[in-house]
């Protein structure tokens, strides 16, 4: 009896020493700065997250752009008693200096046969400043003034000179503008262009491009 429990016993140790051989410690081995380094537990390398550059983007408040107009005018006699009415031709160029104000120039043609027959019409450049005031992502209200340099002349075909009137005055008006892409803007103002003592009011439609 005393020699089968101890045949029991070593065979019972033999196989915890088999046991522990065949099956390794699977718990956490940790290293020398005491974080886990077998692969049940993840050391995180970094805690920091950097995220996938992208190119800048073009901000589209800023740029040059260029267009032309098509419209009406319609000029006063200084007395205000006569009004003569015709069509409105105007090229602009400007710089959009942000989302609020911007820097135009533009070269005008107001035929006006009523008053001087089909033999002169008002040609003009402007300068002026708009300021804007967005009311959606696409549209925007503006109000704009400058100068603008005129002249008319007048061909005497009975003569051998020409009578030529010109002079500098203001402009200013006001309109709204509609974003139809990231390059086309459709735009809708009145403009009052002062000619010495009288003046000319112009409604005008017109099709910009930015570049």
Do not use: C
């Not at 522990?20 to 537990?41: F, K, M, R």
């Not at 710089?95 to 035929?111: C, D, K």
């Not at 006006?112 to 708009?130: E, I, P, R, W």
């Amino acid at each position: 009896m005393v020699k089968l429990k101890s045949l029991s016993v070593g065979l019972l140790l033999s196989l915890s020493t088999s046991a522990s051989i065949a099956s390794p410690y699977v718990g956490p081995v940790y290293d020398t700065y005491g974080a886990p380094a077998n692969d049940l537990y993840v050391t995180p390398v970094s805690n920091s997250y950097a995220a996938p550059r992208s190119a800048p983007r073009v901000s589209q408040d800023r740029g040059g752009y260029a267009g032309f107009g098509f419209g009406s005018s319609e000029l006063t006699s200084v007395d205000g008693d006569e009004r003569f009415e015709d069509t409105n031709i105007r090229a602009h160029l400007g710089y959009q200096l942000n989302r609020y104000f911007a820097v135009e120039a533009g070269v005008s043609v107001l035929p006006m046969d009523d008053l001087l027959g089909d033999v002169a019409d008002f040609t003009g450049v402007d300068v002026a400043v708009l300021a804007k005031l967005p009311i959606t992502s696409r549209m925007s209200a503006y109000a704009k003034v400058g100068y603008w340099d005129w002249d008319i002349s007048v061909p005497y075909r009975s003569q051998y000179y020409d009578v030529y009137v010109g002079d500098t005055d203001m402009i200013y008006g006001i309109g709204v503008d509609y974003q139809v892409s990231s390059r086309l803007t459709l735009r809708l103002d009145a403009t009052r262009y002062e000619i010495g003592d009288t003046e000319i009011d112009t409604v005008n439609g017109s099709l910009s491009y930015s570049f």
